[in-house]
């Protein structure tokens, strides 16, 4: 009898964690990142395999090598941002090479989704010269991820495998039987000091080593299968690679595909013959130039971009556009239209209850003499209005080294930085021993409510229990704090809000540095936080508004009166705190 044969709809990001796991991958480590978060959380699931948090990416990649080098297949997964913070091992594990298979997965976020930036991570396959593999389906990501495996051991060196949010989110149908690759050999823990301590002496011979490989690679992308030609009717030629490809299919069914799933090295030669067959060629990619300046490099003529934005996420009609401007396509697809009238825009907002809104509402209310140096977090919404209470963010971790920088510089503004928890365990602490010891002028406050909240509420090492939901012991910020050798360290209850609100201006307007800890938990994590809901009183409203400064989804505005939906409310008394006439917001058993 053959194995029976099974078909799911599953993510990207799902299928991926399965590629892992049919690759005989058992360890896994990362940081919580969308788009990539959910590959761990799929893949600790599965029997004997290890999976786990990582307090930032570049000790996920650190931890995912050493398994690695023990003689375990294993993986570190992250968004494209994350790299940033990886890349320091990453350029050296190039050198070091690998053991068991090594892949390092990067979920870019074209649009931007949920990002600060939209930078295009092929960029570093070439700059650490290691092999970059981009599926462009559901299921050539497990496929792909399986392969990733396969090549890393191959030609001993990290693999990146490149998805973008397209890819990571979107459904599909995948076939596959529940069989896993076996290693091709028992691997061991094997102790090596020529290849695995990177001393100048060793690392010289090491980068010559680096250079031989990446000739093997350029002449194994010619001959992977997963650079592919699709042959078509048309008397031009199409290179394309990752979601852009589906698109290009949908638009052109009858053309000729150079499809890449080995984007680098690039299959040269066998892009060269390709290209030698036709007038034209065009490079449909998402974001940088990357296939395209690769093949002018060699003395290939394509064109590309001058068609296609540089910017933003791709999709039907981006790519008809530009198929359009390079005179591919004359005439308009047919187009379903669903709808004649645009859909209203859903601005993010923090949640009903959330407890970063007290905070930013009592900064806010402070005045203008405050600079305010924000993270990366759920509480960046913070900046919107009309809470309008964060003036900079640019990474995991800045709020306090820039609050540093901007307290020595200059004594105009009170300088107070805002980071949450998990980003203060990802790259906080540093800063604030930068803070410490340099004696930084300046209120710190770490939003502890003890959950990865923006991802999808994600344990973090203040949570008490990890990936698997194993108790474990948890780090209070409190004492991490105390033990760099702050004196002025506070614990409060941010819904006490008119404690909270002197105590904070207080510390602000104190010379020296503070580091102030709000403890209420995240409103939905682990569980969703509800109490009794609250209720306006009508006869006792004015109409001032007051309580739609705190930027509450629960909380709306009808005939001169504010409303509470009692549905979305979670009691947690933000809004009866900040009104300014007594018993016109009460507890609904109040009434």
């Not at 792909?144 to 495996?149: I, R, S």
């Not at 199409?238 to 890449?260: C, G, Q, R, W």
């Not at 509402?361 to 005045?367: A, K, Q, T």
């Not at 702050?486 to 404690?499: G, K």
């Amino acid at each position: 009898m053959g194995l029976k044969v099974i078909k799911k709809i599953i993510s990207g990001n799902q299928a991926i964690s399965i590629g892992a796991y049919k690759g005989n991958a058992r360890f896994g480590s990362g940081y919580p990142g969308t788009p990539s978060s959910e590959i761990l959380e799929h893949f600790k699931n599965y029997p004997n395999v290890i999976a786990q948090w990582a307090p930032n990416e570049k000790a996920g990649f650190e931890a995912a090598l050493g398994a690695s080098i023990a003689g375990t297949r294993s993986f570190a997964t992250m968004k494209h941002v994350g790299l940033n913070v990886a890349a320091d091992p990453l350029m050296t594990a190039s050198y070091t090479g690998v053991n068991a298979g090594f892949v390092v997965v990067t979920a870019d976020d074209p649009g931007m989704h949920s990002s600060q930036n939209e930078q295009d991570n092929r960029r570093y396959a070439k700059f650490a010269k290691v092999p970059l593999i981009e599926p462009s389906d559901p299921f050539e990501a497990m496929a792909f991820m399986q392969y990733a495996f396969v090549v890393s051991e191959k030609f001993d060196t990290p693999v990146i495998l490149r998805s973008t949010t397209r890819i990571s989110h979107s459904l599909g149908v995948v076939q596959f039987d529940p069989r896993t690759l076996d290693n091709e050999q028992d691997l061991k823990l094997e102790k090596d000091f020529r290849k695995y301590v990177m001393i100048p002496a060793n690392a010289i011979l090491r980068h010559k080593v680096v250079l031989d490989r990446l000739e093997k690679l350029k002449a194994f992308s010619n001959e992977t299968p997963i650079n592919k030609i699709e042959k078509g009717k048309t008397n031009f030629g199409i290179i394309t690679s990752s979601m852009a490809y589906n698109y290009v299919k949908e638009l052109l069914p009858d053309a000729h595909v150079f499809k890449v799933g080995f984007s680098y090295p690039m299959p040269i030669e066998k892009m060269r013959e390709f290209v030698n067959k036709f007038d034209r060629v065009v490079v449909v990619e998402e974001l940088e130039p990357f296939m395209e300046e690769e093949l002018k490099v060699a003395g290939i003529n394509v064109e590309g971009k001058k068609y296609f934005p540089y910017d933003g996420e791709f999709n039907l009609d981006i790519v008809e556009e530009g198929l359009k401007k390079a005179d591919l396509i004359r005439e308009e697809t047919t187009k379903v239209v669903f709808n004649e009238f645009e859909l209203p825009k859903r601005p993010p907002a923090l949640c009903p209850g959330c407890p970063h809104r007290p905070i930013f509402d009592i900064l806010h209310s402070l005045g203008r003499n405050i600079f305010i140096t924000g993270d990366i977090g759920c509480y960046t919404l913070g900046c919107l209005p009309p809470l309008s209470a964060m003036h900079t963010t640019v990474c995991m971790g800045a709020s306090i080294s820039m609050g540093v920088g901007a307290s020595k510089v200059q004594s105009e503004q009170k300088v107070v930085a805002v980071i949450g928890d998990s980003t203060f365990f990802h790259t906080g602490i540093q800063p604030l021993i930068d803070a410490y010891i340099n004696n930084a002028n300046m209120t710190v406050i770490i939003l502890d409510n003890r959950i990865t909240a923006m991802t999808g509420g994600q344990p973090d090492p203040g949570s008490g229990f990890n990936l698997k939901g194993e108790s474990v012991k948890p780090i209070r910020i409190y004492d991490l704090v105390k033990s760099i050798g702050i004196e002025r360290v506070y614990e409060v209850d941010q819904y006490d809000y008119e404690n909270t609100k002197k105590f904070l201006k207080e510390e602000i307007n104190k010379p020296g540095l503070s580091v102030i800890i709000p403890t209420r938990p995240c409103v939905l994590a682990p569980k969703k936080i509800k109490e009794t809901p609250l209720v306006v009183v009508p006869d006792k409203c004015i109409g001032c508004k007051r309580c739609l400064r705190i930027a509450c989804p629960a909380i709306d505005f009808k005939d001169n009166k504010a409303i509470i939906d009692e549905v979305l409310c979670t009691g947690c008394e933000v809004c009866m705190h900040v009104c300014p006439i007594e018993g016109a917001i009460v507890k609904k058993e109040e009434k």
